[in-house]
């Protein structure tokens, strides 16, 4: 059986900026296991949020493999690819990217919904999850009504609730103060201890850092270093 | 999940209140124009029938067979009496006249001009038509031979008086001249250019002698009923009036204009449609694509989270109709509305001239069963095929792009 959740193979993803073609990545081979917490740090520009996209399948590679769970998406109709991030990978946005006009409960309930699941049974997950992130009192409010920490941690929720394989997070503490991301970051520690939720993040916060047991350094579309703590 | 997307449709709609109620009202304000027009026009076209048919054609004629297509004074009603037995046994028939017709020439003392000479029968045309009382001047026929009337703009061409002598000439059935002297008896006005600028009418019998055609009728003129009810059951009517050699047709048969009156009247109907709805149209696209472009990352949010491109679509489509019914419903609402208030106030056309008629009365506009289904049906049509572009453009976002764009 393969224990390999995310594979990448010579990774390589280039495109154009004004005429002129940046190399973002530049043959990536990267391995996570299933329950990890990884970082993948490194500065602004170094393609760590290129990568994320490669691997959720939202951007297309130049060349090379990626494997999620032993399946190659390059190998899949836009169709299926669609459907394999839905029941399969959950986001975490830096800016929440909540959809304004649903309240907490149906922003959360929203993939459930796509997957075809039935009310009460979205509506028992959905509360289940806004209890774990301790915003089970929002859950008819409106995203404009919390502040940026409960918006992101609605956002985990619904990343989390559909029990995907893994949750990719790209800075998702780059619009929350020290207080609010080092609690963010302990729930999300304490989801991945407690439910076994594999978590790749992309930060060059130190906070994530310090959380993170295994750290991959980017730079310039390389990763330069791995190493676990 | 129908209902979610519906839900999900109209909290979108209903965030930007103010640009969703200007782009209803423009479509409710299209539509509630399109269904004024269609009640004025309707209102025209009713009022010209009422005018042409009362006035003088009747609702049907009879003439003999090629007497319309040449108008040779030779063709005469093939068997008048046979005509006067079936129309007088008929049920449908609740009035009919008999007329001579002929080309003819009217001299005053000063002046000589070619008129149309009608022959008829005072007491049964006061049935069909309003010789009667189009008399403005004067009197209406009576049993006195020599009477004459004529229309005022012939009268006021000729400076012809109530009184004044006047001498008609027309071809005989022979093939000689007949004369014969008369005396203005009436001034008519009809308020239709033909009847009013070039007709005389004399008595039967009087044009019975003038053209040689003793007993005889160029045309019957029939009132039917209702000239809606005529048209509508014309197959079942006409038949049982036809005898041998002879043609029965309907008022709109017998008038080329309203033929092209009904046409032209529709081609202008469907132009400003399609103008109006063609200037909504541009608007909803407008608005519709302002909405797509602000909520990019929305769309790309979505897309990420594995939402199929065709629910992004149908969503887009959703707004689309909810926007639709809302337009739908103020135009109707508006239109009802305005067509209502002049239903009972009617507008003042008198007057105004239409392919000869002149609206004689205050035009009251109508409301038809068509008005409340063809033009919001056409509406709703408009605006979903305008919905297409934006809906394609919301599904064809590229999530990666569109995230990028709300990050930085």
């Known amino acids: ?229 | 999940m129908l209902l979610s997307l519906l839900a999900l449709s109209a909290r979108n709609l209903m965030r930007n209140r103010r640009r969703t109620v200007i782009t209803a009202a423009a479509m409710g304000l299209g539509l509630a124009s399109l269904l004024f027009m269609d009640g004025l026009m309707t209102s025209w076209l009713d009022q010209m029938v009422a005018t042409t048919t009362e006035s003088w054609t009747g609702h049907a004629q009879i003439h003999r067979e090629g007497y319309r297509e040449t108008g040779r004074q030779s063709l005469v009603v093939e068997n008048p009496r046979l005509v006067e037995e079936t129309l007088s046994a008929s049920p449908d028939v609740t009035a009919w006249t008999r007329r001579l017709i002929s080309p003819a020439t009217i001299q005053s003392a000063m002046d000589l001009k070619p008129v149309a000479l009608y022959g008829v029968e005072p007491l049964s045309e006061a049935e069909i038509s309003l010789l009667d009382e189009a008399v403005e001047e004067g009197e209406y026929l009576d049993e006195d031979t020599f009477g004459l009337l004529l229309g005022f703009k012939l009268a006021e061409t000729m400076d012809l008086m109530v009184g004044d002598p006047v001498v008609l000439t027309a071809s005989e059935a022979g093939g000689g001249l007949g004369q014969g002297l008369f005396m203005v008896r009436g001034i008519v006005r009809f308020g239709m250019e033909d009847l009013d600028g070039y007709s005389v009418f004399i008595h039967c019998r009087a044009a019975e002698e003038l053209l040689e055609l003793p007993g005889q009728a160029h045309q019957y003129a029939l009132a039917l009923g209702d000239p809606d009810d005529v048209l509508a059951r014309w197959d079942a009517l006409r038949a049982p009036l036809s005898t041998p050699g002879n043609t029965v047709e309907n008022f709109a048969e017998i008038s080329a204009f309203f033929t092209s009156m009904l046409e032209m009247m529709d081609v202008a109907m469907g132009v400003m449609t399609l103008i109006l709805l063609g200037l909504v149209a541009f608007g909803i696209v407008n608005t519709l694509y302002m909405s797509v472009f602000e909520r990019t990352w929305e769309y790309g949010v979505l897309l990420a989270l594995g939402t199929d491109r065709r629910f992004v679509r149908r969503g887009v489509m959703m707004e689309t109709a909810l926007l639709a019914v809302m337009g739908v419903l103020f135009g109707v609402l508006l239109g009802t509305g305005v067509n209502l208030f002049f239903t009972r106030v009617g507008i003042d056309f008198t007057g105004f001239d239409m392919g000869g008629v002149a609206l004689s009365t205050r035009t009251y506009t109508q409301f038809r069963l068509e008005q409340f289904v063809l033009y919001p049906s056409v509406m709703v049509f408009f605006t979903l095929i305008a919905g297409i572009w934006p809906a394609l453009r919301a599904s064809r976002i590229v999530p990666a792009r569109a995230l990028r764009n709300r990050q930085v």
């Open chain 1, 1 to 229: 059986m393969n224990r390999e959740l995310i594979v990448t193979r010579n990774l390589t993803k280039t495109y154009e900026d004004n005429g002129v073609p940046v190399r973002a990545v530049r043959g990536v081979d990267m391995t996570v296991l299933p329950g990890e917490f990884t970082a993948l740090i490194g500065p602004s520009g170094s393609g760590k949020t290129t990568l994320l996209n490669l691997v959720s399948g939202l951007d297309s590679p130049t060349s090379g493999t990626i494997l999620l769970n032993g399946t190659n998406i390059g190998d899949m109709s836009p169709r299926e690819l669609s459907a394999f991030r839905r029941n399969n990978i959950g986001f975490v946005f830096q800016a929440y990217n909540l959809i304004p006009v649903l309240t907490v409960e149906e922003n959360v309930e929203y993939i459930l919904l796509l997957q075809g699941m039935k009310k009460k049974q979205r509506h028992q997950k959905v509360m289940e999850i806004l209890e774990k992130v301790g915003l089970e009192d929002c859950a008819h409010r409106l995203p404009s009504k919390l502040s940026g920490g409960q918006q992101q941690r609605v956002a985990v929720a619904r990343a989390m609730v559909a029990r995907p394989l893994f949750i990719l997070a790209d800075e998702p503490t780059a619009n929350l103060d020290s207080v609010t991301s080092g609690r963010l970051l302990d729930m999300m520690k304490d989801l991945n201890e407690k439910t076994g939720m594999t978590y790749l993040f992309s930060t060059h916060d130190p906070r994530v850092m310090e959380r993170a047991r295994r750290i991959l350094v980017v730079q310039d579309g390389l990763i330069v270093e791995d190493r676990e703590q």
